[in-house]
Structure formats: structure tokens, C-alpha cells
């Protein structure tokens, strides 16, 4: 079995999993980053944590999972990079500076709600980041993460890396239902990233580190993936 197919199989496991156990909030988990039962909880406890306390800048998904963590950055006085929904803007991030979102409404940290809303940022113009937080389908205590197959944080963590925007001190976490967690190895490739710390609503499980990846892996890239990304489409035409 190759690795994709693992990692189809991990996916089909824990989406059946969150579903059955009814813990996935709607539309249910098939098919995305799950939403699920505790993620306030969850947010909260990562809130607690010496990495939340230390980061000045935070970098999140954009997945409803997540949006608990990122109304807490903002409560918390932190700057917020939160990704454009599949990196599909030349400016791939959006700017949430809680100096300027006095009266904004919960759903301006959603992608929806920020698209028309919030300024875009290239990646030049951004400030390093101090904490990373990624939406996951499947974890292990090893900090072995198992995305939804499209990639795109990886592809975001890869273009911060090689920006110089995330170094060895900035730490990745992932907040997921108890359910997530997977006994044993996961599928891996090469070019994944993984994470230091995975925070459920009722435990924190400190990871250990693990190699990152130092950039773009662009073998592991179709022509039609680098082509839908204007940022990696920007890089990979010849000057």
C-alpha cells in the first residue's frame, strides 16, 4: 500500500470515527478538517500553554476547528495570519491585528467572513511567526499529522520556512477531538510537516521534535497543484 492510500484509509477511519460517536459538529467530518465536539475547550487549554503565553504572532487554517483558537489570539492582543482558503490568492494570507478589529464580528476570523473584510499579505510582508496552529484529521503522540489530502499547510509552512518567517523556535500545534489521536505510526511523506504539541479539550501531549522540512518540495508537486497557487506558480516561472 502506498502512502496515499494509508493516509486515504487513516482519513476514512477517523472521519467514521468522530461521525459514529456523534462528536463532529455539522456538516460532519467526511471530507474536511473536523469540526468537533470540545474545540472551545480545546482552544482553551492551548491558551494555557508556555508556547501561546511566549507567541506574539500567531499563524492559523482557516478551518471552522480552528476559529476558537483564532478569537482567542485575537482576544489575547496577538497578530493573526490566517491562511486565504486553498492559498488561492498571490497575497496567500490575511492580516487579523486586534488593534483594528475593535468591533468586528466572530466571523471576520472565518474565510468567508474575512474575504472582502481583511487586508491580504504577501509573504514578504510579514513578521515572523512564534506559534503555528494547524487544522489535522489524525495525530499521533509522535506529532505525526494527517491533513485532509489537499496539502495546503504543508505547502504554507514550507513557503514560511523558506521566507525565514518560521525557524526552529517556532512551534506547531493542532487542536483535535480525543478521537483523532491514533495508537501507532501514521502514514508519512517526506515533504509533511509535523507537530510539537496537540491540545484536546482534555489533555496537552508534548511531542517530540521532529525533522521539518526546509522548504517547497517541488517533485512532490502536479503541474496542476503549482498552477493553482499563484505563489508557487510566481516561483517556479522562469525570471
Not at 38 to 51: N, S, W
Not at 73 to 90: E, F, H, R, T
Not at 201 to 215: A, K, M
Request: proline share 8%; net charge negative.
Amino acid at each position: 500500500m502506498n502512502v496515499d492510500e494509508a493516509k486515504r484509509r487513516v482519513r476514512d477511519t477517523v472521519w467514521a470515527r468522530l461521525d459514529g460517536a456523534g462528536q463532529a459538529l455539522p456538516p460532519g467530518a467526511h471530507g474536511r478538517i473536523p469540526h468537533f465536539v470540545g474545540a472551545e475547550a480545546a482552544a482553551e487549554r492551548l491558551a494555557r500553554h508556555d508556547a501561546w503565553r511566549r507567541a506574539d504572532v500567531v499563524k492559523s487554517n482557516p478551518d471552522t476547528a480552528q476559529l476558537p483558537v483564532r478569537l482567542r489570539a485575537l482576544a489575547d492582543g496577538k497578530l493573526l495570519y490566517m491562511a486565504v482558503p486553498k492559498i488561492a490568492d498571490i497575497r496567500p494570507f490575511y492580516l487579523l491585528d486586534p488593534a483594528d478589529l475593535d468591533s468586528a464580528t466572530p466571523d471576520i476570523a472565518t474565510g468567508g467572513g474575512a474575504a472582502g473584510h481583511l487586508p491580504k499579505v504577501g509573504i514578504s510582508e510579514m513578521r515572523p511567526v512564534d506559534l503555528v496552529v494547524c487544522g489535522s484529521v489524525a495525530v499521533n503522540r509522535d506529532g505525526v499529522r494527517v491533513g485532509k489530502g489537499a496539502g495546503y499547510s504543508d505547502i504554507e509552512i514550507a513557503l514560511l520556512t523558506e521566507a525565514g518567517l518560521i525557524g526552529p523556535a517556532t512551534v506547531l500545534a493542532t487542536t483535535v477531538h480525543q478521537l483523532q489521536i491514533v495508537d501507532g505510526p501514521l502514514p508519512e511523506s517526506v515533504h509533511d510537516v509535523g507537530v510539537d504539541v496537540i491540545v484536546t479539550p482534555d489533555e496537552v501531549i508534548e511531542c517530540p521534535r521532529r525533522p521539518r522540512p526546509g522548504g517547497i518540495y517541488w517533485e512532490s508537486l502536479s503541474a496542476q497543484k503549482i498552477d493553482a497557487i499563484p505563489v508557487l506558480k510566481e516561483a517556479s516561472t522562469p525570471r
